[in-house]
C-alpha cells in the first residue's frame, strides 16, 4: 500500500476518527514528555491528523506547532481544531525543515504505516531538525501489537485494511542510535486498548 492509497483512506473516516480520538488518553504520556521541555519552544508534530491531543496541547500550552500529515482531509480538521497551527500537507519523509528548528517533535500512531526500513533516514532527519538536547516522542509497532517479531502487511483499523510495518525493539534502537539519537524512555502502554511502544529520545547537547 502506498502513501497515497493510505492517505485516501484516512481521507474517507477523517471525521470519524476525529471522533475517536478522545477514548485514547494522551494525558499521562504527554505530562511525562513536557516534563522534560521548555515551558515554550517549538514543535513538529509529524502524522498530526487532525490535531489532537498532540498538537492542540502543546498549542495550549503555549507552543507553536507544525503539524505534518498527507492526509489532506485531516489537516482541514486541524485548522478548526488548532487553528494556532501551521499545517503542512506531505509525506514526513519528505517534508523538509531548517537545521536545529524545533524544541521536540512527536510522531505518534503513524510512524508504524511507514516502512521500518525508510525509518532511519527520517530519524536522521529528526535529528537534524531538533536543536540540542530536543526531544522526540514516537508511537512504534511491536510483537504485542501484530503479533510477530516483525511485520509488513496490512491490519484492519475502523473497517479499513491498513499498512503496518516494523522490526523488532533491538533494531529499532540500533536505527535510533545510528541517527545520532539517544534513547532514554521506552516503554509498552496499553491505551484505547492498544499495546503500542512508546518512546523517548534526544538530540545530544553540542559538547564545548
Not at 72 to 89: N, R
Not at 122 to 150: K, M, V
Not at 153 to 177: C, I, N, W
Amino acid at each position: 500500500m502506498n502513501a497515497e492509497s493510505l492517505a485516501q483512506i484516512y481521507d474517507g473516516f477523517a471525521s470519524a476518527y476525529a471522533r475517536n480520538r478522545d477514548s485514547f488518553d494522551l494525558h499521562e504520556v504527554l505530562e511525562e514528555f513536557s516534563s522534560g521541555l521548555p515551558q515554550k519552544g517549538d514543535l513538529c508534530d509529524l502524522g498530526c491528523g487532525a490535531g489532537e491531543p498532540v498538537s492542540r496541547d502543546f498549542a495550549d500550552r503555549g507552543w507553536h506547532v507544525t503539524g505534518v500529515d498527507f492526509s489532506a482531509g485531516m489537516l482541514e480538521l486541524a485548522d478548526d481544531f488548532v487553528p494556532t497551527m501551521t499545517t503542512v500537507l506531505g509525506d514526513m519523509r519528505e517534508v523538509d525543515f531548517d537545521e536545529q528548528s524545533f524544541d521536540a517533535v512527536t510522531a505518534v500512531y503513524c510512524l508504524f504505516h511507514i516502512p521500518w526500513r525508510d525509518h532511519p533516514a527520517l530519524f536522521e532527519n529528526i535529528h537534524r531538525w531538533l536543536r540540542p538536547g530536543g526531544q522526540f516522542l514516537f508511537t512504534y509497532a511491536t510483537r504485542e501489537y501484530t503479533g510477530s517479531d516483525e511485520f509488513e502487511g496490512t491490519k484492519d483499523f475502523m473497517g479499513q485494511p491498513l499498512f503496518y510495518s516494523h522490526t523488532t525493539p533491538t533494531r529499532l534502537s540500533e536505527q535510533v542510535a545510528a541517527a545520532g539519537l539517544e534513547i532514554t524512555s521506552a516503554v509498552n502502554r496499553r491505551i484505547g486498548g492498544e499495546t503500542f511502544l512508546w518512546v523517548t529520545a534526544y538530540r545530544p547537547a553540542l559538547r564545548a
